[in-house]
């Protein structure tokens, strides 16, 4: 069974900080990983999308990567900003299947 | 386009009454989703659907049933609702399953069972 873990749970950074966010899944038969952003109260918003064939995507300050083989993801925040505050969540789809696999998410203060 | 709207917001229910969420998208998507969020548990896929008239299950259908009579419509309901169901309920849509294109959802219907 698909299981997807982030880690930290929590994370508080000064402005103007880069940080990595971390998921990891358990099963390498995906075919693809999204990052979602969620602000208090709201719905998900895609940030970025990578399939299963490519390692990394980059749209603004953000940047993900993916190593299939060895079960992990990396959400990297340039120049991190009071607006990045909110949770930021994983998920795949489990190769075979329309189904997303969400993680638990991270949960970013950027302080000013 | 107004793109996933979901109805209602909020609602408060006592033990046993029945309900019906309904999600609409207005952007052509044929497939739909419905999740529940609980503190510390991420979103859990209840039911989903590839396409007009079909519907699947998803980790945790138990309790909950769902129609897809029209494209742009998702209905979600509890026949019996229990406290256990006290969540926060997101519906999504994307147009190819998700394999090469991303999921939009609505603003969430948080629902209190009492």
């Known amino acids: 069974k698909q299981e997807v873990t982030q880690i930290p749970a929590a994370l508080s950074v000064p402005e103007g900080e880069n940080l990595v966010l971390n998921c990891s899944f358990t099963?390498?038969?995906?075919?693809?990983l999204q990052w979602f952003r969620q602000d208090p109260g709201k719905g998900l918003t895609s940030l970025l999308l990578?399939?299963?064939?490519?390692r990394e995507q980059t749209s603004g300050r953000l940047n993900a990567s993916l190593d299939k083989s060895s079960g992990r993801s990396t959400l990297y925040i340039a120049a991190s900003q009071p607006g990045d505050s909110a949770t930021y969540l994983c998920?795949?789809?489990?190769?075979?299947?329309?189904?997303?696999?969400f993680g638990t998410g991270t949960r970013l203060k950027v302080l000013a | 386009n107004a793109g996933v709207t979901q109805t209602p917001k909020f609602r408060v229910l006592k033990t046993g009454q029945s309900m019906t969420l309904l999600c609409a998208q207005d952007?052509?998507?044929?497939?739909m989703y419905w999740y529940r969020q609980d503190p510390g548990m991420g979103l859990r896929l209840i039911h989903y659907?590839?396409?007009?008239?079909?519907?699947a299950k998803g980790e945790v259908p138990d309790g909950y049933n769902v129609s897809r009579l029209k494209k742009q419509n998702f209905l979600l309901g509890l026949e019996s609702a229990a406290p256990s169901q006290t969540s926060v309920y997101f519906c999504a849509s994307n147009i190819a399953g998700g394999l090469t294109d991303t999921q939009y959802f609505g603003p969430g219907t948080r629902l209190t069972v009492l």
């Open positions: 990578i399939q299963s064939s490519q």
């Open positions: 099963d390498s038969a995906i075919y693809n």
């Open positions: 659907s590839v396409g007009e008239g079909t519907t």
């Open positions: 952007m052509n998507h044929e497939y």
């Open positions: 998920a795949v789809i489990a190769s075979g299947t329309y189904k997303y696999i």
